[in-house]
């Protein structure tokens, strides 16, 4: 069996070292498109602040790791998927042969149509070169914006900080995280970086950049006007679905999968970033660019591909991220199910909030700011989707109480009370 694999992250690595646990005779190569070891994009903001070198931001330590499986790893550039001839093409000519394959290929950096964007100063921060030209250009005191505060805007912002830099925040929402947060948790984490120093402005949109005598200028469309010595573009990411072209491959945002993470070609499966497949809450086909999701993707679909028939349960929507030393969470439906009620608690001083989602008696979804010691309870009771019984009542009139709700509708025993915040 001829095992092919585009695609060098977590979910690429991982389904390459199932697929050699599940078949010890099986030729397996991973192509990734970047001259890196496969490495993992959560690690750049430890690299960025010196936290790690690069070796640390690598999926796999030990020189001989991929070897050591009987794992090829190459790195060239995939032109095109040819299901007909069951080839994977590469841009020297050369053509790859599978019997299986996974496509893999994760996201690109989106940049938004906006005139200058393309000017020297302005730095992605996706890749592991990205990081490293940010780490080259960025000195203490200099003056930095970062355009984006979504999830991978604040996982940079992160970074960014701890550079000791003149840092400020461009977000064209009305809040920061608007994909994750509430207004209530939004304007909660903007108040936070506020007071750590960093500048934040939300419901502002960047109409312009052009070279400065000193840097760059970004025009804003209420008239004003920001100067920088280095821009960081955090707008969001795209599948990298281009390779599958007049491929017959159906795609949407990302390439379709089933519950098994096939595509509509019976040998091809997709995983990771690239992958529009069911969502756990919904049942709708969705993308989940989270590193658990890649991760769990690359498990199934090896076992899938190697014959050993294994459903997929849905993605569960699910982010946790550190902001200056804030912790946020969501998963599932924290926007709230239609006709279902909802649970809230707010500690506006001490920077806590908790949200909890409602429909009938089980828990479908959450928001949690400043708790860290029951994300692991919230997440558990939304993937279970125990009827709370009793319990909702008493969650419904005081949130504090999920950790004994976890204990006592999944294991059968209560916790003490942890009482209010």
């Known amino acids: 069996m001829n095992y092919v694999i585009v695609g060098a992250g977590p979910a690429g690595v991982i389904a390459a070292e199932n697929l050699r646990r599940l078949d010890r005779d099986a030729k397996i190569t991973i192509i990734g498109a970047e001259a890196e070891p496969p490495y993992s994009r959560m690690a750049l903001p430890y690299f960025l602040v010196d936290n790690i070198g690069e070796d640390g931001t690598h999926l796999r330590h030990g020189p001989a790791h991929y070897e050591r499986l009987g794992i090829e790893l190459r790195h060239a550039q995939v032109r095109e998927v040819d299901p007909l001839n069951k080839n994977v093409n590469l841009h020297d000519g050369e053509a790859v042969f599978y ?3 996974l496509i893999a290929t994760g996201s690109h950096a989106a940049r938004p149509p906006i005139p200058g964007i393309d000017l020297k100063g302005i730095e992605n921060c996706w890749t592991l070169d990205d ?21 991978i805007g604040l996982i940079v912002l ?22 994750m947060m509430d207004e ?98 919904t049942g709708k086909q969705e993308i989940h660019a989270i ?14 591909m190697a014959g050993q028939v294994s459903r997929y349960r849905g993605s569960l929507s699910m982010n946790v991220l550190s902001t200056l030393g804030l912790v946020s969470s969501s998963y599932g439906l924290w926007m709230g199910a239609e006709g279902g009620e909802r649970a809230v608690a707010v500690n506006e001083a001490d920077f806590k909030y908790l949200r909890l989602e409602f429909e009938g008696d ?18 558990g009771l939304i993937q279970t989707r125990v009827k709370l019984g009793a319990w909702k009542d008493r969650l419904l009139a005081d949130p504090h109480g999920v950790m004994s709700a976890y204990l006592e509708c999944t294991q059968g025993s209560a916790a003490p009370h942890a009482g209010a915040y």
């Open 158 to 179: 992160e970074a960014l900080a701890k550079r000791d830099l003149k840092l400020t925040v461009v977000e064209m929402a009305d809040r920061m995280l608007p994909r």
């Open 131 to 151: 990081a490293r030209r940010i780490a080259a250009k960025t000195k203490p005191g200099e003056r930095v914006v970062l355009m984006g505060a979504g999830f």
């Open 362 to 379: 089980i828990l479908v979804g959450a928001l949690a700011l400043g708790l860290t010691q029951h994300v692991g309870a919230l997440r």
């Open 184 to 281: 209530a948790g939004g304007a909660m984490i903007k108040r936070w970086c506020e007071r750590k120093g960093v500048t934040v402005l939300t419901s502002t949109r960047i109409t312009g950049l052009e070279e400065a005598g000193d840097g760059l200028r970004l025009a804003l469309e209420d008239g004003g006007g920001l100067k920088a010595d280095l821009v960081v573009c955090a707008t969001g990411v795209k599948p990298n679905i281009e390779l599958l072209e007049g491929s017959r491959i159906k795609t949407g945002t990302g390439v379709l999968v089933d519950h098994y993470l096939r595509t509509n070609e019976p040998d091809i499966f997709a995983a990771g970033d690239v992958a529009e497949g069911p969502d756990f809450s």
């Open 99 to 101: 019997d299986k394959l």
């Open 291 to 304: 590193q658990p999701t890649a991760s769990e993707h690359g498990r199934i679909a090896a076992l899938n």
